[in-house]
């Protein structure tokens, strides 16, 4: 009964396979229970000792509840993380204050929840015989699995007293970051004032960024790729024709989110001394900027989205375990392209895309590709490609799949925006790539790989000319000098800037980057 009712609150508290680890965490107070103790007084130590370490995951697993059902988000989201580096005592009544009600009822079902696991260990009494040869032997390897859990670090961080020693220390890096990322925005918001930009057309303008994360080009059925995954956007492309520009030698110089962000929007000198920011920029020429995303990232919140004018974070659970489709985003997108508040609108929406886990990226049931053996399998088995990572790929064109669906949508709905007097652009590509089975049995994240850096990027003008479009598809594209194609669909115009690292401009002054892994063409 006990072990039932921790595991109840722990099904709720968490979701999937933790649930099962933070069980095995817990077991050896269960094991425990169970071993014969001859002694009146160790029986009393062994009872307070079980309950304490039991309602050390009662009340890890309350707070989780409680943050779930009143914000649904997880403990260690920017959401709360935020708030909580945000707050102090005086907030912290007022919010009390506020919310007793909950408050009182939470405290209640604790007391409540702690009485019965105070009831349950006391129903262990002392036993004088030994257990038999199996039951000690069963005891033994439950308790050796449950140390080997706690030698994995991955398990072990899930122990409430680790994970909650780390969010403390969390919120307090967070509080002493705050003040050195909000005078380093101050800072760039400053040297974009002092570059005094300018916007070089006067009809009313709106460009759309739309940033996503881990897809790799060579999964795209738009560049080729055997499996169905872009129908959505070959239907634009057919009403578009050459308007909508596919690059198609576009790479990313970082395999993981933060450096290509940071890269990106820093037009590939982050860490030069008079560096800017293309949101900075735009803000500074007269641009509204939005900042629309699915990640719930701390980092790429305080250095990259609190520059916007307005920012919209819909994702309020961390990590690879959030289930958060990207379509959320849409109504935001079309609550920005609908503001009237300014003629010049500049609108970031950071997809989730087929970040890692991939099952995650899409509706559950909606997998098709898992019902038959299509030739991507045959070839990926000749290849000798293993059972999981056929699997796996087949997840992560599912979740390529959906994600074309919402790109799709947001280039309509920055289509349905365009008028003959104004000028709209809508710009998409990815952070980074993802290694799928393409080279050797491996799935995810790869700096050692070409796969890690191969994305797409396609970019579309309402009044493009197919000419320079034809022209700009067959050239190679490095993600880091995005900045400078945004740029120039802007039509921001300052002092130092390097029109040789736009895409569309000519002349186009190509340079290719040093990469991790080895690239035999970046034109291929």
Same mark, same amino acid.
């Given at each position: 009964?006990?072990?039932?009712?921790?595991?109840?609150?722990?099904?709720?508290?968490?979701?999937?396979?933790?649930?099962?680890q933070?069980?095995?965490?817990?077991?050896?107070?269960?094991?425990?229970?169970?071993?014969?103790?001859?002694?009146?007084?160790?029986?009393?130590?062994? !009872?307070?000792?079980?309950?304490?370490?039991?309602?050390?995951?009662?009340?890890?697993?309350?707070?989780?509840i409680?943050?779930m059902?009143?914000?649904?988000?997880?403990?260690?989201s920017?959401?709360?993380?935020?708030?909580?580096?945000?707050?102090?005592?005086?907030?912290?009544?007022?919010y009390?204050?506020?919310?007793?009600?909950? $408050?009182?009822?939470?405290?209640?079902?604790?007391?409540?929840?702690a009485?019965?696991?105070?009831?349950?260990?006391?129903?262990?009494?002392? =036993?004088?015989?030994?257990?038999?040869?199996?039951?000690?032997?069963?005891c033994l390897?439950?308790?050796?699995?449950?140390?080997l859990?706690?030698?994995?670090?991955?398990? !072990?961080?899930?122990?409430?007293?680790?994970?909650?020693? *780390?969010?403390? =220390?969390?919120?307090?890096?967070?509080?002493?970051?705050?003040?050195?990322?909000? =005078?380093?925005?101050?800072?760039?918001?400053?040297?974009?004032?002092?570059?005094?930009?300018?916007?070089?057309?006067?009809?009313?303008?709106?460009?759309?960024?739309?940033?996503?994360?881990?897809?790799?080009?060579?999964?795209?059925?738009?560049?080729?790729?055997?499996?169905?995954?872009?129908?959505?956007?070959?239907v634009? *492309?057919?009403?578009?024709?050459?308007?909508?520009?596919?690059?198609?030698n576009? @790479?990313?110089?970082?395999?993981?989110?933060?450096?290509?962000? /940071?890269?990106?929007?820093?037009?590939? $000198?982050?860490?030069?001394?008079?560096? *800017?920011?293309?949101?900075?920029?735009?803000?500074?020429a007269?641009?509204?900027?939005?900042?629309?995303?699915?990640?719930?990232?701390?980092?790429?919140?305080?250095?990259?989205? /609190?520059?916007?004018?307005?920012?919209?974070?819909?994702?309020?659970?961390?990590?690879?375990?959030? #289930?958060?489709?990207?379509?959320?985003?849409?109504?935001?997108?079309?609550?920005?392209?609908?503001d009237?508040?300014?003629?010049?609108?500049?609108?970031?929406?950071h997809m989730?895309?087929?970040?890692?886990?991939?099952?995650?990226?899409?509706?559950?049931?909606?997998?098709?590709?898992?019902?038959?053996?299509?030739?991507?399998?045959?070839?990926?088995e000749?290849n000798?490609?293993?059972? @999981?990572?056929?699997?796996?790929?087949?997840?992560?064109?599912?979740?390529?799949?959906?994600?074309?669906?919402?790109?799709?949508?947001?280039?309509?709905?920055?289509?349905?925006? #365009?008028?003959?007097?104004?000028?709209?652009?809508?710009?998409?590509?990815?952070?980074?790539?993802?290694?799928?089975?393409?080279?050797?049995?491996?799935?995810?994240h790869?700096?050692?790989?070409?796969?890690?850096? !191969?994305?797409?990027?396609?970019?579309?003008?309402?009044? $493009?000319?197919?000419?320079?479009?034809?022209?700009?598809?067959?050239?190679?594209?490095?993600?880091?000098?995005? #900045?400078?194609?945004?740029?120039?669909?802007?039509?921001?115009?300052?002092?130092? =800037? $390097?029109?040789?690292?736009?895409?569309?401009?000519?002349?186009?002054?190509?340079?290719?980057?040093r990469?991790?892994?080895?690239?035999?063409?970046?034109?291929?």
């Open positions: 009964m006990l072990g039932c009712t921790t595991l109840f609150l722990l099904v709720l508290g968490h979701e999937g396979r933790r649930v099962a933070l069980f095995v965490l817990m077991a050896p107070a269960l094991v425990w229970l169970s071993w014969p103790v001859r002694s009146a007084a160790w029986l009393r130590a062994r !009872r307070i000792l079980v309950w304490a370490w039991i309602m050390l995951f009662v009340v890890d697993a309350g707070v989780r409680y943050l059902d009143a914000y649904g988000a997880a403990p260690d920017a959401l709360v993380l935020g708030a909580m580096a945000n707050t102090n005592w005086r907030e912290g009544s007022e009390l204050s506020m919310h007793w009600r909950s $408050a009182a009822l939470f405290a209640t079902v604790f007391v409540a929840v009485a019965a696991v105070w009831y349950l260990t006391g129903k262990s009494t002392r =036993q004088l015989s030994a257990p038999g040869r199996g039951s000690q032997a069963l390897v439950l308790v050796l699995f449950c140390l859990a706690y030698t994995s670090k991955p398990w !072990r961080r899930l122990y409430p007293v680790v994970f909650w020693v *780390q969010w403390s =220390q969390s919120v307090q890096m967070l509080q002493k970051s705050w003040l050195n990322q909000q =005078q380093g925005r101050e800072q760039m918001l400053a040297r974009a004032t002092a570059a005094k930009p300018v916007v070089g057309r006067e009809e009313p303008s709106t460009v759309v960024l739309v940033l996503t994360e881990s897809i790799n080009r060579d999964n795209l059925s738009l560049y080729g790729y055997g499996r169905m995954t872009n129908p959505g956007l070959r634009h *492309q057919q009403q578009l024709g050459e308007q909508l520009t596919v690059l198609r576009a @790479w990313s110089v970082d395999a993981s989110t933060l450096p290509a962000v /940071r890269n990106l929007f820093s037009f590939g $000198a982050p860490d030069a001394v008079d560096s *800017q920011h293309l949101v900075s920029l735009a803000r500074a007269g641009y509204k900027v939005w900042w629309i995303s699915n990640h719930d990232d701390v980092a790429i919140e305080q250095q990259h989205a /609190r520059l916007a004018d307005v920012t919209q974070m819909v994702n309020k659970t961390p990590g690879r375990s959030t #289930a958060s489709l990207d379509e959320e985003m849409l109504d935001e997108l079309h609550t920005a392209l609908s009237s508040s300014s003629e010049r609108k500049f609108v970031i929406v989730l895309g087929a970040h890692p886990h991939y099952r995650l990226r899409f509706p559950k049931g909606q997998n098709p590709f898992d019902d038959d053996v299509d030739a991507v399998d045959v070839q990926m000749k000798g490609r293993a059972a @999981w990572v056929r699997h796996l790929r087949e997840e992560y064109d599912s979740a390529l799949l959906y994600h074309d669906s919402v790109v799709s949508k947001m280039l309509q709905l920055t289509r349905d925006v #365009a008028k003959p007097q104004n000028h709209v652009a809508w710009m998409y590509l990815s952070d980074h790539g993802q290694e799928v089975g393409h080279v050797g049995n491996h799935v995810g790869s700096p050692g790989t070409a796969g890690g850096y !191969r994305i797409p990027a396609i970019v579309w003008q309402a009044n $493009a000319l197919s000419s320079v479009s034809e022209e700009v598809a067959k050239r190679p594209f490095r993600s880091d000098w995005a #900045a400078w194609t945004l740029a120039d669909l802007l039509a921001l115009k300052w002092q130092g =800037q $390097a029109v040789g690292r736009n895409v569309l401009a000519h002349p186009y002054h190509w340079e290719a980057p990469l991790p892994a080895a690239v035999s063409s970046f034109t291929d």
